[in-house]
């Protein structure tokens, strides 16, 4: 067990719907990363947040967006969703922002299924 | 998205048969961390590598920083049925912003010899 907690585990909705995935970070990290599996993509980084604030993005497309709580839990929203956006979602936690060496510890995901 | 070079893509083993893979990129990196994730779970952290030259082992695995820091090896000896599922290497680049985030490989899927 990573300490990292993700909600739900599993996700079956649309073509255009909206959903929120949600992270809750091993106690005392800061930064939150995002990043999509999928089969043909491998794990993609998608955003990263450090103490609420954002601190990078990578291949995150315009209809997702993300927000880092006070209390640290962190949110990824999924709008206008396509088939194509089925896939396995992990957040991942880390008690320092990048590019400081540091090593990252992972969730076990949600799996979204977008029929 | 950029990706590592990870071989091989797939490979079976016998228990008790030593393991090996690596990873390699175009890119120098000043981090190198493995991974591996077992089917519906998350990427679990086996080893993570700081300094050029760098070897380290967890248990029966040793992993290599190369010299060149734009590859890393991972080994596994006296293999045992556990050991399948799929490795990751993940490697962060020198600068900061999005490049200071973590790149992945595609994967090392390890099954057993039928």
């Known amino acids: 067990d990573s300490g990292v907690t993700q909600t739900p585990k599993h996700l079956i909705t649309a073509t255009g719907q909206r959903v929120t995935l949600r992270c809750s970070p091993r106690s005392g990290d800061l930064s939150v990363y995002w990043y999509q599996q999928s089969l043909d993509q491998g794990l993609q980084f998608l955003i990263q947040y450090y103490n609420g604030e954002e601190r990078a993005k990578g291949n995150i497309l315009e209809r997702f967006s993300a927000q880092q709580f006070p209390d640290l839990h962190s949110e990824l929203n999924l709008s206008s969703l396509e088939l194509g956006d089925s896939a396995l979602y992990f957040c991942?936690?880390?008690?320092?922002?990048?590019?400081?060496?540091?090593?990252?510890?992972f969730g076990p995901g949600t799996r979204l299924t977008v029929t | 998205g950029q990706q590592l070079n990870q071989s091989p893509q797939s490979m079976f083993i016998q228990e008790g048969e030593d393991v090996s893979m690596n990873c390699t990129s175009s890119s120098i990196f000043n981090t190198w961390l493995w991974y591996k994730q077992d089917p519906g779970e998350g990427p679990v952290l086996l080893i993570a590598?700081?300094?050029?030259?760098e070897l380290t082992s967890n248990g029966r695995l040793t992993a290599q920083f190369g010299i060149t820091r734009k590859d890393s090896f991972l080994n596994i000896s006296a293999s045992i049925p556990s050991d399948v599922g799929i490795y990751f290497c993940a490697g962060q680049r020198e600068y900061g912003g999005s490049q200071g985030n973590l790149i992945f490989g595609k994967g090392t899927k390890l099954s057993v010899k039928p």
């Open positions: 991942a936690s880390s008690p320092r922002p990048s590019p400081s060496p540091y090593e990252q510890y």
């Open positions: 590598l700081y300094k050029a030259g």
